[in-house]
């Protein structure tokens, strides 16, 4: 079945440093892939995505590119602000004519940023 | 535009008693999520509907829970009776249509204490 590994946390970083959350997958065909960030107190937001190999999705300064050859999604940011402190998963939704929509989730990687 | 409502948003009970969450998904989308998301981990899906259907519930465990989409707006998800390991938070989101890539709009989710 349809999985999705990210790079164990939490990430503790200084306010303008780079970022990088890794994320790799296991799916058959061509799935989409996505990146869902959680604020405290809020629900899962959308962050950015990617549909087929190749793809760069980006949104606020944030950016991940669908790699087919090595299954991963990584997220990255050149200068991270406090404000970006929160969870990050990553997603993918396969590729079943009955499930295509289904999301399977990683675990997530807590960020906090200090300033 | 009002985004998804979900209510309660936490609910306290005693083991094997019944609870209901209840969902409002975004206006004009016909498909429905709902996922549990346990301490830690990233959200799993229970069930999705599109309108009145349900057409992915394999991961709804039946013998407990149960939800309907009566006019294929609103939803409820119900557990009877619940159990110490039901305690978690669970998440409603719904999109346009139910393929592959198409964004997914979650609502603050309800937290639910099982004592």
């Known amino acids: 079945g349809n999985s999705v590994t990210q790079m164990e946390g939490p990430v503790t970083l200084s306010e303008e440093a780079f970022l990088t959350i890794n994320c790799t997958y296991t799916?058959?065909?061509?799935?989409?892939l996505f990146w869902y960030v959680q604020y405290p107190g809020e629900g899962l937001q959308l962050l950015l995505k990617?549909?087929?190999?190749?793809d760069k999705g980006s949104n606020k300064g944030f950016e991940a590119t669908y790699r087919k050859e090595t299954t991963s999604f990584h997220l990255e940011k050149g200068s991270v602000q406090v404000s970006d402190s929160a969870v990050y998963f990553c997603?993918?939704?396969?590729?079943?004519?009955?499930?295509?929509?289904?999301?399977?989730f990683g675990e997530g990687t807590q960020l906090t940023v200090n300033p | 535009e009002a985004g998804v409502v979900q209510s309660p948003r936490y609910k306290i009970i005693e083991k094997k008693q019944p609870v209901a969450f209840w969902c409002n998904p975004i206006?004009?989308?016909?498909?429905l999520y709902w996922y549990l998301q346990n301490l830690g981990q990233g959200p799993e899906l229970l069930i999705r509907?599109?309108?009145?259907?349900?057409?992915?519930d394999s991961q709804l465990p039946k013998d407990r829970f149960s939800a309907e989409r009566l006019k294929g707006v609103d939803s409820t998800l119900k557990i009877q009776p619940a159990e110490l390991g039901d305690s978690a938070v669970y998440l409603c989101?719904?999109?346009?249509?139910?393929?592959?890539?198409?964004?997914?709009?979650f609502g603050p989710g309800t937290r639910l204490t099982v004592l």
């Open positions: 799916a058959t065909g061509y799935p989409s």
């Open positions: 990617a549909t087929k190999a190749d």
């Open positions: 206006s004009g989308h016909n498909t």
């Open positions: 509907y599109e309108n009145e259907e349900a057409v992915d």
């Open positions: 989101a719904s999109s346009l249509v139910g393929q592959k890539g198409t964004e997914q709009f």
């Open positions: 997603a993918l939704s396969g590729t079943a004519e009955t499930s295509g929509s289904r999301l399977t």
